[in-house]
């Protein structure tokens, strides 16, 4: 059975860290190409950061240079790497499994909540 | 960069009636990246249609998706109570890769 389980999440202060973990089972996250999307309360949905399974990692324009996207093969473990937060980074994020052929995806985590606030 | 552009905004329908859901690229996609989801409160987007028109797993064959280049369109044919949530389209478009949703479409009991 896949599954996909997401932690970390919480309360930061602008300008602080946190690091999002994504346990997966079920598959291998090494052969995979893995994502990030995110979504704030009572938005849509936005996606993040992508790690392929060549180890190339690409990021939307609104978190370059703040997220990385890494993993850890061993424990078949995907992590999301966040500073500098800011407040409109409050959101939902999920981690989930791309599919190579056709770009969506077709597994989910339940998602972790991220706020940040002073 | 491709925008999606979903509408109506929100839909409201009775069961048994038929939804239809449009998204419209700002620049031609292949079809092959094109997908559809459905969310409701609480829970994880769940995959409806992949590649334009392919069921996902499980998916019940009410559900159905066309089009191709800029237009595409989710149909869902006979609404069940389960089915009023909301949908998002979703492209890919490589080098470098970006993936991109809709701002959705609530589907709501009239």
């Not at chain 2, 369109?73 to 993936?99: K, M, W």
Request: proline letters at 5%; one cysteine or more; charged letters at 15%.
């Amino acid at each position: 059975e896949v599954q996909l389980v997401e932690s970390g999440g919480g309360l930061v202060q602008p300008g602080g860290s946190l690091r999002l973990s994504c346990a997966v089972s079920g598959f291998t996250v090494s052969s995979n190409y893995m994502s990030w999307v995110r979504q704030a309360p009572g938005k849509g949905l936005e996606w993040v950061s992508v790690l392929h399974s060549g180890d190339y990692a690409y990021y939307a324009d609104s978190v370059k240079g703040r997220f990385t996207i890494s993993r850890h093969n061993s424990e078949n473990t995907l992590y999301l790497e966040m500073n500098n937060l800011r407040a409109e980074d409050t959101a939902v994020y999920y981690c989930a499994r791309g599919r190579t052929d056709y770009g969506d995806y077709p597994d989910w985590g339940q998602g972790t909540l991220v706020t940040v606030s002073s | 960069e491709s925008v999606l552009t979903q509408s109506p905004g929100t839909l409201s329908l009775s069961p048994g009636e038929r939804a239809t859901l449009s998204c419209r690229a700002s620049q031609s996609i292949s079809s092959s990246y094109l997908g559809w989801y459905q969310q409701k409160p609480g829970q994880a987007p769940r995959v409806l249609i992949y590649g334009a028109s392919n069921r996902a797993t499980g998916i019940p064959d009410r559900f159905s998706g066309s089009g191709s280049g800029t237009d595409f369109t989710l149909t869902i044919s006979g609404l069940e109570p389960e089915d009023f949530a909301v949908y998002y389209c979703q492209q890919y478009v490589g080098s470098p890769p970006r993936y991109t949703f809709g701002q959705g479409t609530r589907l709501e009991i009239k």
